[in-house]
């Protein structure tokens, strides 16, 4: 989940979708729709922005702990050391998920929970916990989507040059076999990197996330060495065993010109390539787009590519907002950010909201990417939320965002997309990155002081949609 609020210096003003054909279908309200009966609805989160116990049954020190205990890093000088106490209070939040109908949970497996030096003796506590996690979501029906990195990298392997040395593909694909070893035989839908595109530009392009490091040349060889371990991992993966569900997510956004200018033009491009095309493109084309390619061409050694270029049976999209690009020649790669038009509707971030823009960017995704079964893997909204005197969080700005995004997902299914499910972002409010605890994203509040759970307004229309879904369904 991204949260730099620059990053989201976007705009949201969208026309037909000219370019991606007509749609057959334009529902205007989530409650008037019906969805495939397979339809999967979901919640997700990650490990370091839930799980808290940072020095609890042997888990080693991740980037995020460092960085987040450096003054300065993170508003409020707030860290991850207890977020949500997720990792005491597993059972309570899960019970929650069942609640609210969910049939699928996608979390994050923590690293340096199950290797703390990021290679070498295995933490067998830390696998257990996850095993207790799928376990509990078993029992419940609700199917464990694991992936593999959410950003909370161990703080040894950093030491070592993290993402930018080249090694440590070898060493995340060991991590993957010994995750697969322990839990592959009950969770069969894996991703291998959540936002590795995010992770690069703002960990190790911008410097506003873990580790902080800056420069274009070391995002360029953090995002080219992800690539690297991905492919890495999939070979693994499939190579344990041949029965599982494998993918990458990413954050992919439309990306289009501030003005008409041909600087515009060509800086939008250019940014195009490098957020949405340089994180996929390899994975799914076997190539860096070519407005890029010559930055990442020092790098790729021989074979590299191919290895990367492996069969994916879905594809993670996380959606907040489209983008729109000024050419920005002191910028690190030439283009930055345009303002966002005037009169656009807001989120407590800052960030616009355009749900039409959700089915323009699974529609261009279909497009160019071809037959992959896609899958909406985060989707949702910051508002400034308080308890009322009922008890209740009355959020009724997040429910009508989903409600909104809801509708723009069956627009690309009525369009042809291949739009398998929906999960929101996020179940809890949590730590949220550079923004600590004061921005909310969740359907159900948490009281950082108490850990009190409190589901939200959003929540409980959440769960009355996904029963009526249920409903409707013929017998």
């Known amino acids: 989940m991204l949260t730099v609020s620059r990053r989201y210096l976007l705009a949201a003003a969208l026309g037909p979708f000219a370019s991606a ?28 922005q839930i799980e808290g116990a940072v020095d609890v049954d042997g888990r080693g020190q991740s980037i995020w702990d460092v960085f987040s205990h ?3 890093r993170v508003k409020g000088g707030d ?13 309570e939040d899960i019970e929650l998920l069942a609640r609210g109908g969910f049939a699928a949970y996608r979390f994050s497996t923590a690293w340096p929970r199950i290797l703390p030096a990021g290679a070498g003796a295995i933490e067998q506590r830390g696998l257990d916990f996850y095993e207790r996690l799928v376990d509990g979501l078993l029992a419940r029906d609700i199917t464990p989507w694991l992936c593999l990195y959410h950003w909370d990298l161990p703080q040894a392997l950093q030491n070592d040059g993290g993402w930018l040395n080249r090694d440590i593909a070898e060493k995340f694909a060991d991590y993957a076999r010994v995750v697969v070893k322990r839990l592959g035989d009950r969770v069969k839908y894996w991703a291998t990197f959540n936002e590795p595109n995010v992770h690069a530009l703002f960990g190790y392009g911008l410097g506003e996330h873990a580790p902080g490091i800056k420069g274009l040349p070391s995002l360029v060889a953090a995002m080219h060495n992800q690539n690297l371990a991905h492919g890495r991992a999939v070979q693994v993966l499939r190579s344990e065993r041949a029965d599982l569900r494998i993918g990458a997510i990413l954050s992919l956004q439309r990306v289009r010109p501030s003005s008409a200018s041909d600087e515009d033009r060509r800086a939008t491009e250019r940014f195009d390539a490098m957020w949405n095309g340089a994180g996929l493109d390899p994975l799914v084309l076997g190539a860096y787009p070519a407005p890029v390619a010559a930055d990442f061409a020092p790098l790729v050694a021989d074979g590299d590519l191919a290895t990367i270029h492996q069969p994916l049976d879905f594809l993670g999209v996380n959606y907040y907002a489209p983008m729109y690009v000024a050419d920005a020649p002191q910028s690190l790669f030439g283009a ?5 038009p005037a009169g656009t509707p807001l989120t407590a971030m800052g960030w616009p909201i355009d749900a039409p823009g959700l089915t323009e960017e699974l529609i261009g995704i279909a497009k160019r990417y071809g037959d992959l079964d896609l899958y909406v893997t985060e989707n949702g909204a910051c508002f400034d939320d308080t308890v009322a005197a009922d008890g209740v969080v009355h959020d009724d700005e997040r429910a009508a965002y989903l409600r909104a995004h809801v509708a723009a997902a069956q627009r690309a299914l009525a369009a042809g997309v291949k739009l398998r499910g929906y999960f929101v972002w996020s179940l809890l409010d949590n ?12 359907i159900i509040r948490v009281d950082f002081a108490t850990l009190k759970r409190t589901p939200k307004a959003s929540f409980q229309w959440l769960a009355e949609f996904i029963a009526q879904q249920r409903r409707s369904r013929p017998p």
Do not use: I, K, M
């Not at 054909?21 to 979901?42: C, I, K, T, Y």
């Not at 860290?79 to 059972?91: N, P, R, S």
């Not at 930055?336 to 966002?340: I, L, P, Y």
């Open 431 to 442: 730590f949220e990155w550079a923004e600590g605890y004061r921005r909310r994203f969740g």
């Open 21 to 48: 054909g007509p749609l057959r279908s334009r529902p205007a309200r989530a409650e008037d729709l019906q969805f495939p009966e397979n339809f999967v609805w979901g919640a997700s989160t990650s490990s370091y």
């Open 70 to 72: 450096t003054p300065g």
């Open 336 to 340: 930055w950010f345009g303002a966002v």
């Open 79 to 91: 860290t991850g050391d207890v977020a949500c106490d997720h990792y005491h209070h597993w059972v």
